[in-house]
């Protein structure tokens, strides 16, 4: 199993940016894909990046270009870089994390961002 403690979010201005921290209870060793997902006020929560342990990284289009997602191997953190934040990035923003051996999928509490003016 894994803890996984989201920190960064808050309100920001259009245009403006915010990092995620997704700090994980175990060694990051042990995770093969940590990330972030998305649900903003009556949408259905949806993927916004993800690392593997390989180093691989996948994006929604929504978010190319703006956002990086990064791996602190030795803090077993993963930071979200938020570039260019629009109103429609508004969202409660979920730390995901999937182990080796291991079918669960294991989610943090959720950080919330507000994108407004």
């Known amino acids: 199993q894994v803890q996984l403690v989201e920190s960064g979010g808050g309100l920001v201005q259009p245009g403006g940016s915010l990092r995620l921290s997704c700090a994980a209870s175990?060694?990051?060793?042990?995770?093969?894909?940590m990330g972030w997902s998305r649900q903003a006020p009556g949408k259905q929560r949806g993927l916004v990046a993800v690392?593997?342990?390989?180093?691989?990284?996948n994006y929604s289009d929504s978010v190319k270009g703006r956002f990086t997602i990064s791996r602190d191997n030795a803090k077993n953190t993963v930071h979200l870089q938020m570039n260019s934040l629009s109103p429609e990035d508004t969202a409660v923003y979920y730390c995901?994390?999937?182990?080796?051996?291991?079918?669960?999928?294991?989610w943090g509490e959720g950080t919330l961002v507000t994108v407004s003016s």
């Open positions: 995901k994390a999937n182990l080796y051996g291991d079918v669960r999928n294991y």
């Open positions: 175990t060694s990051i060793s042990s995770i093969y894909a």
């Open positions: 690392i593997t342990s390989d180093g691989s990284i």
